[in-house]
C-alpha cells in the first residue's frame, strides 16, 4: 500500500518555481532519511537530493543552487523547493524514505506514486 504521499506538482514556465510535498506516517519519517528522485521521459529514475533527520543534505549537481529539499520533523513532512525551473526538469517526481544518506536508490525503503512537474519554455 501507499506509504508515502506526495502533492505540488503541476505545470511552470520555465524561470518559474514550484513545491513539493511529501507526508509520511510516523514510523516511517522517524526512522529514515527522506529522499526526492525524479524520472524524465525514457530515462531510468535518477537521484534529485537526500535530508537526514538533523538536516544533512545531499543535492544532485544537476539541481543544485536551484532545489532545496527540506524536512518538518514534527509534521513528517518533506519539501522540495524547485526554483528557476527548467523545460528538462520535466519529469515524474518520486519522495522516497531510506536507510542512509545517500543519493542511491538502493537504500530507499519506501516510494511515493509520484507527481508529475511539466515546464514550458
Known amino acids: 500500500q501507499v506509504q508515502l504521499k506526495e502533492s505540488g506538482g503541476g505545470s511552470a514556465q520555465a524561470g518559474g518555481s514550484l513545491k513539493l510535498v511529501c507526508v509520511a506516517p510516523g514510523y516511517i519519517h522517524g526512522n529514515t532519511y527522506r529522499a526526492w528522485f525524479r524520472q524524465l521521459p525514457g530515462k531510468s529514475r535518477e537521484a534529485v537530493a537526500v535530508?537526514?533527520?538533523?538536516?544533512?543534505?545531499i543535492v544532485a549537481p544537476s539541481v543544485e543552487g536551484r532545489f532545496t529539499i527540506s524536512r518538518d520533523n514534527a509534521k513528517g513532512i518533506s519539501y522540495l523547493q524547485m526554483n528557476n525551473l527548467q523545460p528538462e526538469d520535466t519529469a515524474m517526481y518520486y519522495c522516497?524514505?531510506?536507510?542512509?544518506?545517500?543519493?542511491?536508490?538502493?537504500?530507499?525503503?519506501?516510494w511515493g506514486q509520484g507527481t508529475q512537474v511539466t515546464v514550458s519554455s
Open positions: 535530508i537526514g533527520y538533523g538536516g544533512d543534505t
Open positions: 522516497a524514505a531510506g536507510r542512509a544518506l545517500s543519493l542511491n536508490p538502493d537504500w530507499i525503503t519506501y
